[in-house]
């Protein structure tokens, strides 16, 4: 048996939300419905933000009962807080993932509050869910970003990471992402963290959800992957950017993610080739937007043979 790996396309949201440029909502559907039929099984749609702070989330509600319409797919939307998890408990989307930053100073400029008051404010969110009818509940994730490091502290430190995820798993998270959002992290430091946060919240799921904006993203799955983790974040065409880096490049790419780990056995679920011709979606729908990926430029090596057929010859 190959090992599976869980991915989860996060373009819609980490990628749209510093894009200037309204994507419409049927576009944006067109592409959750390629990508889902390309075989990703998990797809962040929208963020539950007022639309006024983030006017590219001003359809969520259309997205999202757009992709519930989609058989088999897990549908996910990231909150902000109490009343974005409200939102998401009425469209019944299956999965909220909180965040929170581990930077105190990052955390305060989005949210204005410490860090500490996030994490009573999400076992707020946990409450509210628990009395949600048990099959209305969607799943929590506890999101950590900033965690590999912070543009306004840098370095982070992997006490501060671990003790958050410590107290999102004690308030009721089912899953946990460790995020390195502004593209700081190297392999050692990916082992470093990964290592101890599984030490102490192992038993539930932990996703890596790393940025390429430095050149080390695929370094650092690798790096993950070492480690035991199975779960992953990424966007087509490495949609993303960083607002503190204009320019730079954004979430790791998708499509190279999915040829990475092909290539080594693992088992995404996901066609590649077809993978790749949901790039045209965006393209057509956000000329403006930059698209990444080393994948979509060379092509799949000469008789490449997909993991799955070379398990069955084998
Ligand atoms: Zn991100």
Redesign the pocket.
Known sequence: MRQHITLRE?GLR?GLQIHPTFMPTEDKLAWIAAEAASGMREIEVTSYVPPKLIPQFADAEAVTLGALRIPGLTVAALIPNLRGAQRGIELGVHKLNFVMSVSETHNMKNVRRPPADSVIDFRAIVELIKRQPANQRPIIVGGL?TALGCSYEGRVAVSQVVKYATQLVEAGADEIVV???VGYADPNQVREVFKAVLAEVGKIPVAA???DTRGTGLANVSAALDCGITHF?A?LAGL?GCPFAPGAS??IVMEDLCFMLDSMGFDTGVDIERLIEVRSLIARSLPDIPMQGALAKAGLPRNYVMAAARAVSA
């Open positions: 996060v980490d970003s995020a390195d959002t959800h790393f940025h974040d966007s993303g954004g979430n």
